[in-house]
T-cell receptor, first 116, second 114 residues
């Protein structure tokens, strides 16, 4: 069975610092997808990124970047020059390509607080 | 375009009552998922729909929980004889068919069972 581990329960950094959120996953499938979602205080889960298991290229989107390493089963998320608006709970998730069913297995989330 | 909508946003009920939670997916999304978020259990998968059929109900915690989807669109999650441990936020997500299956979530329904 698949599993996602986010070992960091809470992180606090001062605004403008860089911060990395860790995500380690377990799966027996060779085809799978990894995700990051943001849950701000309003509560709605906001999609950030989807990466398939065959694409190990790192991705950058503005201040956000993701590092996918199959060798260590990790999919880490870095926020550069953090801002107060980045304060939220961040979830890493995994889905296996299973006959169209891409149900998500979530980690327990990391609560990120950006201190102004 | 419109995102996933859910109603009601909040529901308070008494133990033993039945409740219905509604989800309107993004237009054109054939896949629909229900999840539950609670303090003790985190985010858990409940059920998956492809069109109107539910090939994966493995996450439903008991036979008091059921769901249906009609017209390949709106879905209703029903909880019968609610218990206090059912208190949680119920989230709905929809997506295009795999492998383009990024799930977009609704705002959730917060259920409180007294």
């Amino acid at each position: 069975a698949q599993k996602v581990t986010q070992a960091q329960t809470e992180i606090s950094v001062v605004e403008k610092e860089d911060v990395t959120l860790d995500c380690v996953y377990e799966t027996r499938d060779t085809t799978y997808y990894l995700f990051w979602y943001k849950q701000p205080p309003s509560g709605e889960l906001v999609f950030l990124i989807r990466r398939n298991s065959f694409d190990e290229q790192n991705e950058i989107s503005g201040r956000y970047s993701w590092n996918f390493q199959k060798s260590t089963s990790s999919f880490n998320f870095t926020i550069t020059a953090s801002q107060v608006v980045d304060s939220a709970v961040y979830f890493c998730a995994l889905s296996e390509a299973n006959f169209g069913n891409e149900k998500l297995t979530f980690g327990t989330g990391t609560r990120l607080t950006i201190i102004p | 375009g419109a995102g996933v909508s859910q109603s009601p946003s909040n529901k308070v009920t008494e133990k033993g009552k039945d409740v219905e939670l509604r989800c309107d997916p993004i237009s054109g999304h054939t896949a629909l998922y229900w999840y539950r978020q609670s303090l003790g259990q985190g985010l858990e998968f409940l059920i998956y729909f492809q069109g109107n059929s539910a090939p994966d109900k493995s996450g439903l915690p008991s036979d008091r929980f059921s769901a249906e989807r009609t017209g390949g669109s709106v879905s209703t999650l029903t909880i019968q004889r609610t218990q206090q441990e059912d208190s949680a936020v119920y989230l709905c997500a929809s997506s295009l068919a795999a492998p383009r299956g990024t799930q977009y979530f609704g705002p959730g329904t917060r259920l409180t069972v007294l």
